[in-house]
């Protein structure tokens, strides 16, 4: 019989205890200060490795899987061209006045001298050997302060070596075939004797600013260079001033900057009309109008941490020249990965005391005494120690999906404190003696919080699925702090509470609690058919009623689930008022794009890349490129693109007195050769930043537009169609870049979710049949858990929450949190049932025994997680929200549902007999 008044007193004396979990709480109590030194110490380790070995990494690299195609390519590509990641410097204002000009010079200036101690100088994500393409490594040490470097030698000079006919020069250099018809050049290349010259310039070499090995020796030479005072970090830098300009020299060429030295007044004019009128410089290095100028900074490979440094420096140096009418911004990838890892930073400390905060008022408010306070923050504190501490060991870096860890451990791991301080509080007010009731506590909850913490060490470990690096070790990283968690609850809470000997933490004699009983009576009896036998037929209409309204919620859950949709874009979770999100908007508008996505194009069979069918099929993919608009708009997506083409154009165009008629590729071999000859002898440095030294590979840099990443998808699709059409077989074309490496780990989004779901919700169900020893219970057990997850998702789809990064890991954290409740319900349900075998008293037992632990953690974990709304990055705020209503919603269903489930699948063991 289920009624309201059902009044029968419980009795304890016959709850099982598990022999492994009483022998432990028996040698705790004994041994109280060893085991507190033992946790202790190994404390300090673990906190003494992450203050000094943890670092940051939001790279594109953190997020890619190390054996994927796209991480194998951008490798290659960094081995054969350095880094494909910009700092972009737009500087707002009259970019063809003299004052604008003369500041931007000195800003230049300063930053191409940028010396900073960087202890990770030279240092890769990826540790690899150099490719074998003919290209000499980047070279990774400091390098020279271009402001101070040699004039170039006469050796410069485009002279044929003495031996270039010979049969091993020919077998060896791209440009025998060149070499051994002498120095006159032929066909469209220029009829006269052509010489090649390097303009010195400010910056040295070329005067492109640039400082690399082929500048002024030949590869692998020791120059001497580095040694000297005043070196810098920036291995290359354009802008306005020194962006390549190629000039005819009497019968030759000269490679030059554009405003160097910097012009008269009274010529600016003309000059602005050039350069607007050049297409390789609109959307490069200025905007359009003519109001906008952009500072490109490449600097030497560095961990992400030092990458940061150097961001911070130059919004320092920016600031110091920032002036009306001139306005620096600062933008590019590392520029983003700079300003999330601030925001992460001030997000862990924000979220971290807010955290504390909610969990020393939700503790004091049921435990009311230090000590039932005290106990569960250390063991929380000691689980993210534990855990930052591992992570420091093994190299995982901290990132924007780690940065839910330390939220997470102390609302996860403080509710198997709560578990068992409870039971210890009940035992304590029935009148054990305080080590009894530790022993009790412990042998009797043991097994459940086991039970629920290999739940959600299965649910985080389920990520090790997801082809994305950094989930993965963030699953890792989790499931070992949710054990540590469990080891800290069983040994350090237990030694602690020995040193309470008066307080009841916070139980009265009468029990307290009477509003909360209530609300337990209300969920208890609500599917339950009052006054009615518990098996008769009159107790059906009340549980069908309860169960049909869980399929009606299953089957809205799942309509709502057909609006959800992948939206990841890193940008949008910056808050408005951080500079670097105008900063990507207004280069983004314009000046071309803050991304790129690069092309590394290999000549096949033995081939170089001196193939004029090669380079036509070339122009015609990037004339393809630009015509890309967005899906049913006219917004264009690409601002510029950069390969050898414009240099072979731009040759072809000085050799013919700047007639802008011969802006366009030679019609013979010959003449491709030629014009390539001659621009590596003026400008080896420029060269080699687009074909590696055998001209067997070259690149193509294409400027886009920051959006989110599956917006990347059709633009992939059309790039990859024109690749097809226009070069076919003829090379083999890679995309890769950090935003189509950013667009592959996107588009894995979904098949990660599903593939972690399955595999967490498989093995979390034969866990809880294993645990229940029940095929039937342990089914029972994940319905009510798998309904607040289609719910939270089915909320997603109808309030258009985008699935990103963050918010993927929602689904398997849930279902690990979620049946924590579900397995305390479960496992005091069957002991209590197998004594009596009445199931309405069962029920009454289990909600007596464990309602009101269910209720506290579960109000502890959403408080917990709410605290995410404090952080800054939008995504977390997101997540923290989504979590909080699954663990309430969980909850309600375990409360609910559970109870109409047994009903219905349960019987009194006499009824079931007769």
């Known amino acids: 019989m289920a009624t309201e ?58 997020f890619t899987s190390s054996a994927s195609d796209a991480r194998e390519i951008l490798e290659r590509f960094r081995d054969d061209f350095g880094r494909d990641d910009f700092f972009l410097v737009m500087v707002e204002g009259d970019v063809f006045s003299g004052p604008y000009l003369e500041r931007l010079r000195k800003l230049h200036d300063e930053l191409a ?99 690399a090995w082929g500048s ?215 009148g054990h003696s305080n080590d009894d009731a530790i022993v009790y506590a412990i042998s009797t909850t043991g097994v459940p919080v086991l039970f629920t913490t290999l739940t959600t060490m299965v649910g985080l470990l389920s990520f090790r699925f997801a082809t994305v690096d950094a989930i993965g070790e963030m699953g890792t990283a989790g499931a070992f702090g949710v054990v540590v968690a469990l080891v800290h609850s069983v040994v350090f809470l237990p030694a602690f509470l020995t040193f309470n000997r008066k307080s009841l933490l916070g139980a009265t004699a009468a029990g307290g609690g009477a509003a909360l009983d209530r609300m337990l009576d209300k969920a208890r009896l609500f599917s339950a058919d009052a006054g009615a036998p518990s098996g008769g037929l009159r107790g059906a209409p009340r549980r069908v009623r309860t169960l049909a309204l ?137 060269l080699r930043r687009l074909a590696t030294n055998d001209l067997r590979k070259t690149q193509v840099t294409i400027r886009v537009r920051w959006v989110d990443a599956t917006s990347y998808g059709p633009f992939t699709e059309h790039l990859t169609a024109g690749i097809a059409r226009h070069i076919g077989d003829r090379a083999k074309v890679e995309k890769t870049g950090a935003v189509y490496s950013l667009f592959n780990i996107v588009s894995s989004i979904i098949a990660d979710l599903i593939r972690s779901f399955m595999v967490a919700f498989v093995i979390i169900t034969v866990m809880m049949v294993l645990m229940l020893r029940n095929l039937r219970l342990g089914l029972i057990a994940m319905v009510p858990n798998l309904l607040p997850i289609a719910m939270i998702m089915g909320i997603m789809g109808v309030f258009r929450v985008p699935i990103d990064m963050s918010n993927l890991l929602i689904a398997s954290i849930a279902i690990g949190i979620a049946v924590d409740d579900t397995i305390h319900f479960l496992h005091h349900f069957q002991a209590r049932y197998l004594q009596s075998g009445d199931v309405e008293e069962s029920i009454r037992y289990t909600f007596h025994h464990s309602g009101r632990a269910m209720f506290s953690t579960s109000v502890i974990l959403a408080m917990g997680f709410c605290v995410y709304v404090s952080a800054q990055m939008e995504n977390l705020a997101r997540f923290g929200v989504l979590v909080a209503l699954t663990v309430v919603m969980a909850l309600v269903i375990d409360l609910i549902f559970a109870p109409a489930l047994l009903r219905w699948t349960y019987r009194d063991r006499k009824e079931a007999s007769r």
């Not at 540790?127 to 990774?140: D, F, K, L, N, Y």
């Not at 100028?293 to 150097?310: L, P």
């Not at 165009?653 to 050769?673: F, K, Q, T, V, W």
Request: aromatic residues 6%; glycine residues 10%; contains cysteine.
């Open 5 to 62: 008044h059902d009044e029968t007193p419980i009795t304890h004396g016959d709850d099982p205890k598990n022999p492994f979990f009483e022998a432990l709480a028996r040698w705790t109590v004994r041994h109280p200060w060893l085991a507190l030194l033992l946790t202790l110490a190994c404390t300090g380790g673990f906190a003494t490795l992450a203050a000094t070995r943890l670092q940051m990494d939001n790279s594109v690299e953190a």
């Open 113 to 211: 001298t940028l010396d900073m101690e960087i202890p990770s100088l030279g240092q890769r994500k990826a540790r690899r050997e150099p490719a074998v393409s003919g290209h000499a490594p980047i070279v990774p040490e400091r390098k020279a302060n271009p402001m101070r470097a040699p004039t170039a030698p006469a050796s410069a000079q485009a002279n044929p070596p003495a031996d270039a006919g010979s049969p091993a020069a020919a077998a060896d250099d791209p440009f025998a075939d060149f070499a051994t018809e002498g120095a006159a050049a032929g066909g469209e290349a220029g009829e006269a004797t052509p010489t090649a010259s390097a303009d010195p310039g400010p910056g040295g070499g070329d005067g492109s600013g640039k400082v």
């Open 216 to 430: 002024f020796g030949e590869e692998g030479e020791d120059l001497g260079w580095g040694d000297e005072a005043g070196g810098t970090i920036v291995d290359e830098i354009t802008s306005i001033l020194n962006v390549r300009r190629t000039q005819a020299v009497g019968d030759g060429i000269r490679i030059g900057g554009w405003l160097e030295p910097l012009p008269e007044a009274s010529a600016l004019p003309a000059l602005r009309d050039a350069i607007l009128a050049e297409p390789t410089l609109v959307g490069q290095v200025v905007g359009a109008a003519g109001k906008h100028s952009v500072i490109t900074m490449r600097t030497a490979f560095m961990s992400e941490d030092d990458s940061s440094r150097v961001y911070w420096k130059v919004m320092e140096i920016c600031e110091r020249h920032r002036a009306p009418g001139f306005e620096p911004h600062v933008a590019g990838p590392p520029a983003l990965g700079a300003a999330i890892n601030d925001i992460i930073l001030g997000d862990l400390r924000r979220t971290g005391v807010v955290a504390v905060i909610a969990m020393l008022s939700a503790l004091a408010f049921l435990f009311r005494h230090p000590m039932g306070i005290v106990g569960p923050l250390l063991v929380v504190g000691q689980a993210a120690i534990w855990t930052f501490g591992l992570m420091a060991a093994v190299g995982w870096s901290m990132t924007m999906l780690s940065n839910i860890l330390p939220a997470f451990l102390v609302c996860v791991g403080i509710g198997d404190s709560v578990h068992i301080q409870s039971v210890y509080r009940d035992a304590r007010r029935r």
């Open 550 to 686: 869980g399929v009606v919620l299953a089957i809205a859950a799942v309509a709502g689930m057909s609006g959800l949709r992948v939206y990841h874009n890193p940008l949008s979770w910056i808050p408005p008022s951080f500079p670097v999100r105008p900063a990507f908007d207004l280069i983004d508008e314009h000046v071309g794009g803050t991304a790129n996505v690069q092309l590394l194009i290999e000549a096949k069979d033995g081939r170089t890349i001196k193939d004029l069918q090669l380079m036509q099929g070339l122009e015609k993919l990037l004339e393809h490129v630009r015509e890309y608009r967005y899906p049913g708009t006219e917004i264009q997506l690409v601002g510029n693109a950069i390969s050898l083409i414009d240099v072979v154009k731009e040759t072809n165009r000085a050799l013919h007195d700047g007639d802008p008629g011969y802006y366009r590729l030679p019609e013979s071999e010959r003449g491709l050769s030629d014009l390539l000859f001659l621009f590596e002898n003026a400008g080896p440095d420029q």
